[in-house]
């Protein structure tokens, strides 16, 4: 069942989303050579703390920390590590789900350690433009699919593949709830959908197959054929004016006119 979420939850998520992505935009000051991706982490809980935003994901099936940072070749949930270092031309992606007052929100954004290659830098804005595709699509009587199928037309369009083996999900009180969504299919299939929805959306690309597989400390997901990969996320709420981008600054929101 998806859980249709009143005024005042969305309001919390909103708040949440917005201090979580005021964090993502100001961590690019961070994103330099010699880093490691520990000091990140770190500093990301230091700034959750500061504003009242509780972790999702720490204590997680026994996770251990407040964000998922994975290079290159790791798609998603890269553990933070003091012997992961950033080195000039990585590409890193940076996941973080915080709840405050109970209610969560969950982003994703790909950076890149100084310069890029141009086929990185293609890769990444495929990723952007595919997110944007997506939530295009979380309008009130479209179905389900049309946001996953919108997704995989963008990323194939240009070359890439997107990953079979993680998906986005529904999100409100719990990080991770009903539905799956899928960044693959064809329109029009599954739950039509309806107003007070909310959605986290995270195309995975991958610049060659889309094949993954789980490294042995049980959470690193690494391409098998060591393309690069990049992943972004947004949570949204689908409105009677279209889909509202929860994980942007209250400006922005207030632009999209939530309340
Ligand atoms: N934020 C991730 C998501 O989009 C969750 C990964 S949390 C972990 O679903 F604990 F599984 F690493
Ligand atoms: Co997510």
Known sequence: MIHIKDKFSIQKMAQAGSLLSDILVRVEDLIKPGVSTAEIDAWIESQLQKKGLISSVKGYMGYRHVSCISVN???????PQADCILQLGDLVKIDVCASWN??????????????????????????????KKGIDQARVGNRLSDISSAIQQEVEKHGFSVVRDFAGHGIG?????????????????????????????????TAGKYNVYVANDGWTVKTVDRSLAAHVEDTI?????GPVILTSSSEQQNNASLS
Request: hydrophobic share 45%; net charge negative.
């Open 73 to 79: 070749d790791v798609v998603v949930h890269g553990v």
């Open 102 to 131: 109970g209610y969560c929100a969950d982003m994703a954004r790909s950076f890149f350690v100084g310069q890029s290659s141009e086929q990185a830098q293609k890769l990444v804005d495929v990723a952007y433009q595919a997110l």
């Open 173 to 205: 009180r719990n990080m991770h709830e009903a539905p799956e969504i899928v960044n693959y299919g064809k329109p029009g299939k599954g739950p039509v959908l309806k107003e007070g929805m909310t959605f986290a959306i995270e195309p995975m690309i």
């Open 237 to 241: 709420a689908i409105t009677n004016a």
